[in-house]
């Protein structure tokens, strides 16, 4: 199921413990809610860069992070900083979070609009593939926040 929130922060939401979010391949962090997981997960971060540099994570790639509490989702939605997000990326890596979170009972996910933001994806074309594979994997709760607010 999933379920729009139009202002919030998704680290505040109560009984949420695994989140999601767009990331560039090229290893970088350095704005907006990227920014914010690289602060509050430095070690996810380093790893996550470390893949970059390797190699190991591209488009439509999913690193997912166990940092004890829950899962991070590291979607591959977008080559570098400097290009636009790819819409058949971000489903792919989408599909990839959905089918490993079922593997492994995660139930609920929060995300920000990845990759309408700093990504440049039209947030209407995104958020109908999040909806459809929604409907596909109707046992996970994901809790989008479309717009970011410190609450």
């Known amino acids: 199921m999933v379920t729009y929130i139009e202002f919030g922060n998704i680290f505040n939401l109560p009984d949420v413990k695994n989140y999601a979010h767009g990331c560039n391949c090229a290893g970088a962090m350095g704005k907006g809610i990227a920014l914010q997981f690289k602060e509050k997960y430095n070690q996810m971060y380093l790893e996550y860069k470390k893949r970059c540099k390797d190699g190991d994570f591209s488009l439509g790639d999913v690193f997912s992070y166990n940092y004890g509490e829950g899962t991070i989702f590291n979607l591959g939605t977008q080559k570098t900083w400097k290009t636009k997000a790819e819409l058949k990326a971000t489903e792919d890596s989408l599909l990839k979070m ?37 409907e596909d994997y109707a046992d996970i709760d994901l809790i989008v926040v479309e717009n970011y607010r410190d609450v």
Not at 98 to 118: D, F, M, S, T, V
């Open 98 to 134: 959905l089918a490993y979170a079922r593997q492994n009972n995660i139930e609920k996910i929060a995300l920000p609009k990845i990759a309408a933001g700093l990504g440049g994806l039209n947030w209407g074309d995104v958020k109908s593939i999040i909806d459809r594979l929604g």
